[in-house]
């Protein structure tokens, strides 16, 4: 009789499928294992990145708000500068001979060159309003 050496077929086959089936179990866990860091990276990133723009975001609000608050002073300020001005004092009656000679003038100017046609209707505009 023929001694055996070893296992045998079915035995070896038996062995590689244990070895095979620990092999794919063990990186099963390590790809579960690198894919929940992965994700807990991630989300930490996530978590910072929202606290960055949320700091951002007040800030801006903050900002905004200050412009508002002095547009806010300005116009009381500007109000209660409307309220103690006196009303302005009537135009005299006497100023149209007045009015004409600077009419002329202005006119006289304008020939001479001293003016330019805008400067003249200008000049001209800010005496008859």
Same mark, same amino acid.
């Given at each position: 009789m023929v001694g !055996? !050496? &070893?296992p045998g077929l079915v035995g070896t086959m038996a062995t590689a499928a244990v070895i095979g089936g620990t092999a794919a179990a063990t990186s099963n %866990?390590?790809?579960r294992r690198m894919n929940r860091k992965d994700m807990e990276k991630q989300q930490a990133q996530d978590a910072q990145y929202? %606290?960055?723009q949320s700091q951002a975001d007040m800030e801006e609000m903050q900002t905004q708000m200050a412009e508002m608050q002095a547009q806010q002073a300005q116009m009381a300020m500007q109000a209660q500068m409307a309220a103690a001005a006196p009303p302005p004092a009537p135009a005299p009656v006497a100023a149209a001979p007045d009015l004409m000679a600077q009419l002329q003038q202005l006119a006289q100017l304008k020939e001479a &060159? +001293?003016?330019t046609d805008e400067e003249y209707a200008a +000049?001209?505009?800010k005496l008859l309003a």
């Open positions: !055996r !050496r &070893g %866990a390590v790809n929202a %606290a960055v &060159g +001293a003016l +000049a001209k505009a």
